[in-house]
């Protein structure tokens, strides 16, 4: 009996080589069709329409006057991954950006009675919200809010549950999954 030459082994290497390859490149991108991504769609719109519906509020400043805060309209940008756990096959992320705006007024009523412009900017935020899947339902993880201020240091907090459904305008409820 012969042996295959050498060469044709090593071609045969290759080619097992390339298909595992292949196989394994489907780890851990995003994913664009499925369950997981169908539901996932229906957080971010939900989240986007929270959002969007967000009002300028205004509230007690500690200086005795009246701060009334408002907010961009906010960039929320999705992406689900497929993971290789059978406990949890999909992660999905959302990345909010928004500003947040503050003007202040002596009284109540002057405070209502300002249009906040971009000359009010206080900040630019980005919130990033970690979710999991486990194959019927999302499960909100953890976050974090990352706040710029102009002529200040980046700050980065960790958001809580609480915080994420908190009621009123800070809150972030509408992107939580129902």
Known sequence: MTQPPIRSCALLHLAAAAAVVAGLAGCNKPETTGPATTSFDA?????????????P?????????????????ALVQPE??????????????LVIKDNEAQAHAPTQAAAQAITLT???????????????F??????????????KIPGQNDRLE???LADVSAAGPRGFAGCLPQ
């Not at 989240?47 to 009002?55: D, G, I």
């Not at 689900?80 to 992320?93: A, H, I, L, N, Q």
């Not at 019927?136 to 706040?147: A, I, K």
């Open 134 to 147: 486990d194959g019927t339902q999302w499960r909100w993880q953890n976050g974090q809010r990352l706040t």
């Open 118 to 132: 971009p000359a009010h900017l206080l900040s630019n935020r980005t919130h990033t919200f970690v979710y999991s």
């Open 80 to 93: 689900v991954t497929r993971t290789e756990s059978t406990v949890t096959p999909y992660v999905g992320k």
């Open 158 to 160: 960790a958001m809580t």
């Open 57 to 73: 509020h205004v509230l007690p400043g500690a200086a005795g006057d009246w701060t009334l805060t408002g907010y961009s309209p």
């Open 43 to 55: 957080i971010t719109t939900a989240c986007t329409q929270f959002l969007a519906a967000r009002q």
